[in-house]
Each structure stands twice: as C-alpha cells, then as structure tokens.
C-alpha cells in the first residue's frame, strides 16, 4: 500500500497537488528554520548593543558554508536516489546514502579544524573591528568549530529522507531543531546572561538534537526505505554523479555567502551600525528565499523521478507550476516589507539609528526577492535533472561573474545604498538567461523522443 502511495505521488497524482505533499511540509520546515536563523539576531538585539548584532552578522556567511556542504553531499545524493527510484534502482542507493552522509561528516570536519586554526585572520577578513572582534569569535567556535559536523549532517539526512517522498518525517526534523533552538535562546541569554554565547550554543545543541531526531525517523522507517548510513556501503563509487548536482548547489550557496561577506565587508568601512543593519536585512531578506527553497527541494523528487522515467511532460508542468508558485508568493512578501519595513527593523533592534537605516535599505533589497525565487528554482530544476553543469554556469554567471564585481563597482559609485540595488540589477540581467539555458535544455530532452516517434 506504502509502495502504491509511492508511486502514485511520483507518477499521476494531479500536479499541483502532489507538488503541495511534499513542499508543503518542506515549505513549513524552512520557515521554521529560518525563524530560528533570526532568532539569534532577534534575542540578542533585545540587548540593544549593535556590536553584537554585527558581531554575529560578520560570521553568519561562514557559518551559512556548512549549508553548502549539506547541499553539496545531501542534495547530491538526493537527486541521484530520486532518479535512480525513478529507473526502479533501489540497490545503489544505499551506497549513495552512506558515501552522503559519512563523506559529508568527514569533509565538514575538517572544515571545521581549519577555522579553529585560521580564525584570527578569517575575523578580520570577515570585517571583524576591535570592538566586536570578541563577540564574533565567540559566535564562530560554537556555531562552526562545535557544531559544524551535527549541522551539516542534520541537514543531509533531511535531504535524503526527502529523496524517497518522506517529506513530512524530514520537515519534521528541521522544525524539531529550530523550535529548540527558539526555545534555548532567552534561556541561555538572558536566564543565563550568556549573550552571544548562549545564543551560538542554542544553535549547536539544536542542530545535534535534530540528528538524533532523524536517527530514530530512520529506525521507524528502515523496511520502508532503501537508504542505509552502515559503513560497510560507504563507496566512492557515486562520488562524481552525486557532486556533478551537489557542486552545482554547493557552489550557488558558496559564491551567494561570498557576496554577503564582500557586503559585509564593504558596510565595515561605513561603520559597526551599516554592518548591523545590512546583517539584519538580510536575515530579514532570506525568508521568502527560504519559502522558495521549501517548494524547491519539495519538487525536486517529483522532477528528478519523472526525469529519469523519461515522463518530460509532467517533469514540465511541476516545474512551471512551482515557478509561477514562487513568484506570487513572492510577490506577497515584498508588498509586506515595503509597508512594514521600520516595524520590522525595530522589533529586531530597538536601538534608532540601526533600526532607521535597516528600514531603509530593506525596502530596496526587497524588490530583487520575485525574480531572485524564479532564478534560484529554475537552477534547482536543472540539478533535479542531473545538468549539474548547465546549473553551476547558471549560479557562476549570476553570483560570480555579476554579484561580486558589481556589489564592488556600485559601492565605489553611489555608496552604501549602491550596494543594495545590486541584487536588483543581477536578477533582471540573469532572468532571460536562465528561462533560456531551461528552454534549451528541454528542447534536448524532447527531440530524441521525437526522432523516436516519427
């Protein structure tokens, strides 16, 4: 009956609402994490201090990198088990699990050893000053050097547990990790006047919490699931289809961290309060590109099955239709920030000055948000696909050859607020690009089928 269900998700159920079954829980689950990302910001601005908030603004990208390693291993690995369900290859798939999960623990420990031992020189490249330089370290040796590898690995197992149709078990994981987290937070900064710390070690507990919690998801689960994580099925065999789709979303996730350090680094030179400001709009800024991603790895399965089962038709409408999703939604969020951008910049930071220019600057930043969702999904469609490569030129040409170069070239022109009209001005150029690397890919899927048929 499970396996009826199954198949029935994947290859009939009315498009909509099989896209709804799995993103919706996903959809759910990035909210809640992203409440829990802001939570952080939010309590410690409670103290009113703004080089905390930009103490923990400096290193937020660094610690956004282990969410390319989960994606690089996790959302690898999950794109290949969906295609290989799709072609009804369940034998390989725990090779691919236990290569996913081992191998992502083992890269992001090391990554975690190297910040340990370089974050005296990682601080100041990140735009520490003398004033906050403490706070952010701090920050930093919980979030990374402690709680790297359960945070990667929370995230990997999510993803995996997605792969098979099991949205609402891995939805449910992330939302139990964030919750904790909301919960940890004035507890340990303010009931044990840890500040800084208490809220880094929130985030550490919560995302370890989260991968016991998926632990026992998969024990409950194990004659229901191909995945297996026993280190006798680790193999490099799939190493290289697993990175051809995770270097693709790594690198995205990679190169938009590079632009929020650059960003970051560019405020510093205006001062603590620009830097706070810009931390906390881009929190603020991140939602709805959450909500976004939500209904990505929600279709991502649904795309990457019925790719594989050669179904281009139905691969077509569930992407098309998570498109037109997103840009609504969108659409919606923008409207919010426009209206009640100073009210949200002062339920974060009460302080006016920070609260003021936050208000500001996050009425420009918001009106990249519709065309940034269109983009950041039509590049996870084509990772869904296994065209890692048409994805990762995609991300290159968008946050590399454009993002960086011209957040430097609009902060030497016009200045701060330069910089935030960037994002705006990348998505209207990457737009036409992006609807036509998909068209052209599409076209190249149906024109064997076609020369098939006649």
Known sequence: MEEQTEKDLFESMPVPRAVATLAVPTIISQVVTMIYNLADTFFIGQIGDPTMVAAVSLVSPWFNLLTALGNLFGLGGSSLISRMLGVHNQKDIRHVSAFSIWGGAAVTLLFSLGTFFA???LLYFLGASADTYRYAESYLLWVVVLGGVPTMVSLALGHLLRSEGYARQASAGMMFGGILNVVLDPVLIFGFHLHVIGAAAATAFSNAASVLFFAVQYLRLRNKTAVSFHPRYFTFRFTGPIFSVGLASALSTTLSNASNMVMVRLASGYGDIPVAACGIIKRIDQFPLNVSMGLCQGFMPLVGYNYAAKNYQRMRK??????????VMSACFVACFAIFAPQLLHLFIPERETSTLGAALLRIACLAVPLQSVNFLICYTLQAMGKGVQSAT??????????????????????????IWTQLVVEV???PVSLGMYAHTFRELKR???GKNT
């Open 119 to 121: 974050r005296g020189p």
């Open 394 to 419: 995609l991300t290159f040409s968008r946050q590399g050859l454009l993002n960086i170069p011209l957040l430097i070239l609009m902060n030497r022109v016009f200045g701060l607020y330069g910089m």
């Open 448 to 450: 064997p089928q076609a």
């Open 318 to 327: 569930v992407s098309v239709f998570s498109w037109k999703t997103a840009l």
């Open 429 to 431: 150029i990457m737009l």
